[in-house]
């Protein structure tokens, strides 16, 4: 079964270092999204692409967060420096275009900023 | 804008009883609706979804979810909670002139022998 694969599945950083994280979409999937989710919410919506354009990265914080889907197929969130209020899951995730296609999750990344 | 709610951030059920998770959208076009289910340290996983077609949605496990445009809300239940449903499930929408999906802030379901 195909599946959305993210990179490392823990980090832990200390505060100001840089970190990235990497998704690989399921094949054939030309939106990829990368999520953030705190502790006890929901995924909240960092950076969307369709194939290696930005659609929507309105709540990214542009100051320190940056992301690339270079040749439309795998993507890097980069964060730098990191910040302690950065601790969170990041979660990958990766549809077929159309509004009704639902979003396939990685497993994602636990980053733990100290 | 759209916007989710899920009432109650906790739900503690016994094995075997009725599982009601509720969620109240708020859109100003027709949505598309989504549940999700997401174990500990895992990313989420979609259960069921609703795309203008029945307004009675079944997914996997045993769940299923009605559409209700009259009461902006779309609960997700099962009728006999398993051990292995406790989890902490999402509610999503998204418009269907739009791209982007929003979620709730989630409900942690709790099952007690």
């Known amino acids: 079964e195909a599946e959305v694969a993210q990179s490392p599945r823990y980090k832990i950083t200390e505060k100001s270092q840089a970190v990235a994280f990497w998704c690989d979409p399921i094949?054939?999937?030309?939106?990829l999204y990368w999520y953030r989710q705190i502790l006890g919410q929901g995924p909240e919506l960092l950076v969307q692409?369709?194939?290696?354009?930005?659609?929507?990265d309105s709540q990214l914080p542009k100051d320190r967060f940056s992301a690339e889907r270079l040749k439309g197929v795998d993507s890097t969130l980069k964060i730098q420096p990191a910040e302690l209020g950065d601790s969170a899951m990041y979660l990958c995730a990766s549809s077929l275009a159309g509004v009704d296609t639902e979003a396939f999750f990685g497993q994602g990344t636990r980053l733990t900023v100290v | 804008a759209q916007s989710v709610t899920q009432l109650g951030s906790h739900v503690s059920v016994s094995e075997g009883a009725l599982v009601l998770l509720r969620c109240n959208y708020s859109?100003?076009?027709?949505?598309?609706l989504f549940w999700y289910v997401q174990y500990p340290n895992q990313g989420l996983q979609l259960l069921l979804k609703?795309?203008?077609?029945?307004?009675l949605v079944k997914g996997i496990n045993g769940f299923e979810a009605e559409f209700k445009k009259s009461e902006t809300s779309f609960h997700l239940t099962k009728p006999s909670a398993h051990m292995s449903d406790a989890a902490e499930y999402f509610c999503?929408?998204?418009?269907?002139?739009?791209?982007?999906?929003?979620f709730g802030a989630g409900t942690r379901l709790f099952v007690k022998a």
């Open positions: 692409f369709q194939d290696e354009s930005v659609v929507d």
């Open positions: 859109s100003s076009v027709p949505p598309y």
């Open positions: 094949s054939g999937h030309a939106t």
């Open positions: 609703y795309t203008s077609a029945a307004t």
């Open positions: 999503a929408v998204r418009n269907t002139g739009g791209f982007k999906t929003i």
